[in-house]
């Protein structure tokens, strides 16, 4: 299982909120106002993976008046920091005891359910709640592409998953050592986080190809960082640390190329990161027409 700092996830935030697709982001709204009513009355979300909230701290806003959330993730230091980040976030804290959570931010009321589980083995139990919608950020290339066909097969929500990696990276200026590392990190990407041999850059495309196959129907988007010094320095650094370690992971490039891509990418001029955002709509189950 791999685990991801509270910091590495806040630093990202306004960049992911930022780069979310609006054409896809637009065909999720119209999508639930068709069904529940222009006011989005009462929406329950589940989201998938949630770190410390931010996908329900980006999505919210654009939801209905009061609106009812299930934040799910293994790690439990993740779903405090969570909790933490959402009192903060909130502007009046309407209960927060052992048995109920919620939160007023702007005129939106969110009751919030935290669940500690492993997705790799509880999805089901997940997905049978039959939420109004289930979400996910940055979660899907974790998993592998048998995980995703199961997924796909017990799912009977809309999904709406944001920020899946696509493998796809430019940075400037360019460097001897770019190709060697992108190739090394994708193939770190596709090692095991506790779901199999991860998807990592395919798992958009394998998603998308299993859910057509259950007639959804798909839109997607995509919801590239563009980053640039200084304006991104943290987030700049933080990802090329990331990147350089994984890589030295895998043993492809030698540990001196890496330290001199490292520095030269610390000081980048800055970086565009491909990501892909995508809306699954189940197929509508016709009507049976009276006697
Ligand atoms: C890249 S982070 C994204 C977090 C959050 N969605 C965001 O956008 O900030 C991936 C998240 O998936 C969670 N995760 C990874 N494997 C998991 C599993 N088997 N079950 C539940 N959550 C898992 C991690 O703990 C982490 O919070």
């Known amino acids: 299982m791999s685990s991801f700092s509270a910091e590495w996830l806040s630093v990202r935030e306004p960049v992911d909120h930022a780069s979310c697709n609006n054409m896809v982001k637009r065909t999720l709204l119209d999508y639930l106002k068709a069904i529940h009513g222009k006011t989005l009355p009462n929406l329950s979300v589940i989201d998938l993976g949630c770190g410390t909230g931010s996908n329900l701290r980006g999505l919210a806003p654009f939801l209905g008046r009061q609106q009812s959330w299930t934040l799910v993730d293994y790690d439990p230091l993740l779903l405090s920091a969570a909790r933490e980040a959402l009192l903060d976030w909130a502007d009046e804290v309407i209960v927060d ?52 066909r199961q997924f796909a097969q017990a799912l009977k929500s809309p999904l709406y998953t944001v920020l899946t990696y696509n493998g796809i990276e430019k940075w400037l200026p360019s460097h001897a050592a770019d190709e060697a590392v992108l190739k090394a990190f994708i193939e770190h990407q596709q090692t095991d986080k506790g779901f199999g041999s991860a998807a990592g850059p395919h798992a958009a495309q394998a998603l998308i190809s299993v859910l057509q196959s259950r007639s959804f129907t798909v839109s997607q988007g995509l919801s590239n960082w563009a980053l640039s010094n200084p304006d991104h320095q943290t987030l700049i650094r933080l990802l090329a640390q990331g990147i350089a370690q994984a890589v030295v992971e895998t043993g492809q490039v030698v540990q001196g190329d890496v330290n001199e891509w490292l520095a030269a990418r610390v000081r980048a001029e800055g970086c565009e990161i491909g990501h892909i955002d995508i809306f699954a709509a189940p197929a509508l189950v016709p009507a049976v027409a009276p006697n």
């Open 97 to 148: 005891d052992d048995q109920n959570f919620e939160i007023k931010q702007s005129d939106h009321t969110l009751n919030i359910k935290f669940l500690q589980a492993d997705l790799m083995k509880s999805y089901a139990d997940v997905l049978d709640k039959k939420p109004d919608l289930i979400t996910a950020a940055a979660f899907f290339d974790l998993v592998s592409v048998e995980w995703l």
